[in-house]
């Protein structure tokens, strides 16, 4: 089932609607990260079915073209290409990676490498002014991300990253038991030292995973 059609008992048509009257006008009026053709692309890469680990993010960059539609992920070309710099939240998850495992998979700060594997980047905002993070907070898309969880807490055996304040605000809607849920610091600089590194998320991750019969991510 596509993720549209599972949502449809969940999520309120009325809200959306005026949720996506708001964005139309934003992104006529300013400039908006992601892409309007990236908003919904950690959807398109991990399909309902797929999911097994949920990360939960806050908003996208906000910096021009840094914002991929995935949580935390960026075009590692653009970085080559000095159109962007490289954001140093995701070199902090890149190296608790590494510090787990050896090495990364997405060490180049692409992550559809994880979201094609099951893990959906999940921003609890899926918009932002350029320049101005959290600038779409209050816009409607606490009404969809709400949905979106309620329906991820309906099925059984998924790991739950929760990272930070934000994040971690969410949990009273994690019920199910079957599910496991992970939670520490934010991996910006401000506070990975205060509990993100050495928090093992990502090999715990895995070691629920395979207890449940899945395949493990290749971080």
Same mark, same amino acid.
């Given at each position: ?69 995935? =949580?935390? *992920?960026?075009? !590692?070309?653009?970085?080559?290409? &000095?159109? /962007?710099? $490289? ?79 934000? =994040?971690? *605000?969410?949990? !009273?809607?994690?019920?199910?038991? &079957?599910? /496991?849920? $992970? ?37």
């Amino acid at each position: 089932m596509k993720w549209k059609e599972a949502l449809a008992p969940y999520r309120d048509p009325a809200a959306f609607r005026e949720l996506f009257d708001k964005l139309c006008a934003e992104y006529k009026y300013h400039k908006i990260c992601p892409k309007e053709d990236a908003i919904f692309r950690a959807f398109d890469l991990c399909q309902k079915e797929n999911v097994k680990v949920v990360i939960l993010g806050q908003d996208p960059y906000f910096n021009e073209g840094q914002a991929t539609g995935l =949580a935390f *992920s960026i075009n !590692p070309d653009d970085v080559l290409n &000095k159109k /962007i710099t $490289f954001p140093p939240t995701l070199r902090n998850i890149i190296q608790e990676v590494e510090a787990e495992f050896g090495s990364c998979m997405a060490n180049d700060g692409n992550l559809d490498v994880w979201a094609e594997q099951g893990v959906l980047l999940l921003n609890t905002c899926l918009t932002v002014r350029q320049g101005f993070p959290l600038s779409h907070k209050n816009l409607g898309w606490n009404s969809f991300i709400d949905a979106v969880l309620k329906l991820l807490n309906s099925m059984d055996n998924l790991v739950f990253l929760l990272w930070g304040s934000n =994040a971690k *605000s969410y949990r !009273p809607l994690f019920t199910n038991p &079957k599910n /496991i849920i $992970f939670a520490c610091a934010h991996p910006s600089p401000l506070s990975a030292s205060m509990g993100f590194f050495g928090c093992e998320h990502f090999k715990r991750a895995n070691e629920f995973l395979v207890k449940c019969g899945k395949t493990e991510i290749k971080w």
